[in-house]
Nanobody, 124 residues
């Protein structure tokens, strides 16, 4: 079993950048595919990005493609989400999640472990 803790959220102006971190304990992240999701008030939790076990492959939601970058440092057991050119519509609680099975997974139920989330607020 793996425990996930997100950090790095905060308040930023539109056009700015933030880097979120997701630190894992209990198991090595090389055993998991990792994803980032977000949930805005009154909305469903939605997929943002995922990265493969090795870190060699990544996949993004269309809404963040070209602005966000997911990366993974297995030696530090940490996953990152670099967010650039932030927009007010990016405001949400951001969650990282771990998935045991391989392959592309963009649905919430396809992930096995979740962090507690970190708030990102983008002002206009």
């Amino acid at each position: 079993q793996v425990q996930l803790v997100e950090s790095g959220g905060g308040l930023v102006q539109a056009g700015g950048s933030l880097r979120l971190s997701c630190a894992a304990s209990g198991r090595t992240l090389s055993s998991y595919g990792m994803g980032w999701f977000r949930q805005a008030p009154g909305k469903e939790r939605e997929f943002v990005a995922l990265i493969s076990r090795s870190g060699a492959s990544a996949y993004y939601a269309d809404s963040v493609k070209g602005r966000f970058t997911i990366s993974k440092d297995n030696s530090k057991n940490t996953v990152y989400l670099q967010m650039n050119s932030l927009k007010p519509e990016d405001t949400a609680v951001y969650y990282c999640a771990a998935r045991v099975n391989r392959g592309i997974a963009t649905m919430r139920h396809e992930y096995d472990y979740w962090g507690q989330g970190t708030q990102v607020t983008v002002s206009s």
